[in-house]
């Protein structure tokens, strides 16, 4: 195995996943992992170029960038690369009229998103949200439409909070597609357009950056098929078997 | 197209589909479709055998034909093949102890079910019971054991209640299979066991028998896959958009 010096050779920017790398989210806030507050604080020192690269939608930046300042950590809301403002974006630029299937933590970043009669689904990691009834409404809203848009802000299976493994936006996404017949559009990683408009935040090219994160599809896969490297973290929803993955790949 | 004689020459007995053939659920006990309390009575007087092949879950045999005499229908326990009582047998013959994300109104059919210390998870249509808690309870105990067993009473995609289109059991089958990565074992229609358990129940032979359903997967698709002619109702679930996909089949 090439030395580190040999592997991060050219590198001039990091992207680092949030959840899962620098805090494990849960009640009271949730907990820094062990030695990020710090690692954070080296590389803002560096010479290197950072961006937060998440697909955090319970929160809204503000609220994010809030707990995480409270927990210690250097970073503020311009340095977020979040898939809610990508949204909010895709939905001026295409007409669209969304019925939101999220969470209350995140809604202020739609707040001047016009949902009267609804021409599209936009689901997030809407956690108690995902009751029957509201999936059955967007099921629904999709099934009357005649060109059905579902939009799907990520698509990760699980992420760990400190009380243990949740299901995150990704099999409620699978739900509505098998549902519906429809395929979700993906705004976040592993999306390519996700990852290049973080680079571009940072003024860095795929080439010369490194994407830390702990999940093996969304942050490893993801980058690597942008060009950009990628480090795989043994924390957050880590699991000893995608080693086998990585050995096989 | 050949006429009716033709296409039914030698059949001698008859699987129905009961939600959205001979009625659609809902609230107050649904209501029947015009002309199908007849047919069935039709059906009884003549030669033909009859079997009610269906995947209702949300409730035991029992209730469901307590619903369907007080809608005027002449139908009796023994001759409904559901899947809830298949899967008590599957659990009973591979010491399976369930946890169960399944509606009440089925309960009673899992009385005898040893569900100490789970080492599987079953779904059925739970409805209102497809919270975002019990569908995490569900991902967390499959992510938990070493072979991770999953059992789903069918796998439609919705169901028509008198209100309007329902999510059925499949899309939220799709959402623990990505989550944990674990493929379901299907029990239902359009599973070919299932279909055999009714033929037997009829004592007739796959050529010999005709379903009547109104799901183009789950009925229509799944009889002609095990050898039995097939007749797609414009009642219940259907969609003109299938005619299309019949046409080019």
Redesign the interface.
């Known amino acids: 195995m090439a030395a580190w010096s040999e592997r991060l050779a050219g590198v001039r920017g990091v992207l680092l996943d949030i959840s899962g790398v620098l805090y494990d989210s849960g009640a009271g806030g949730g907990t820094p992992i062990a030695g990020s507050v710090e690692a954070v604080a080296r590389l803002k020192r560096s010479q290197l170029k950072v961006q937060f690269c998440t697909n955090e939608s319970q929160k809204s930046r503000g609220e994010l960038v809030a707990v995480l300042r409270r927990l210690g950590f250097d970073i503020s809301e311009g340095e977020v690369t979040a898939p809610a403002p990508a949204t909010c974006q895709i939905l001026k630029e295409r007409g669209l009229r969304p019925y939101l299937l999220i969470h209350d933590g995140v809604r202020s970043e739609f707040d001047h998103v016009d949902m009267s009669n609804p021409n599209c689904v936009v689901i997030a990691d809407?956690?108690?949200?995902?009751?029957?009834?509201n999936?059955?409404k967007a099921?629904?809203l999709l099934?009357d439409l005649e060109n059905p848009v579902l939009i799907s802000l990520g698509k990760g299976?699980?992420y760990k909070e400190t009380s243990?493994?949740?299901?995150?936006v990704?099999?409620?996404m699978?739900?509505?597609?098998?549902?519906?017949?429809v395929e979700a559009e993906v705004v976040g990683k592993p999306s390519p357009e996700f990852f290049n408009s973080a680079l571009q935040a940072m003024g860095v090219e795929a080439h010369q950056a490194i994407m830390i994160g702990d999940d093996i599809v969304g942050d490893v896969g993801g980058a690597q098929r942008c060009g950009l490297r990628a480090l795989q973290v043994r924390t957050g929803k880590f699991r000893v078997s995608w080693l086998l993955c990585l050995c096989l790949a």
């Open positions: 809407a956690g108690e949200g995902f009751s029957y009834q999936m059955n099921f629904q099934m299976r699980y243990g493994l949740m299901l995150d990704g099999p409620y699978k739900a509505l597609e098998y549902a519906c017949g």
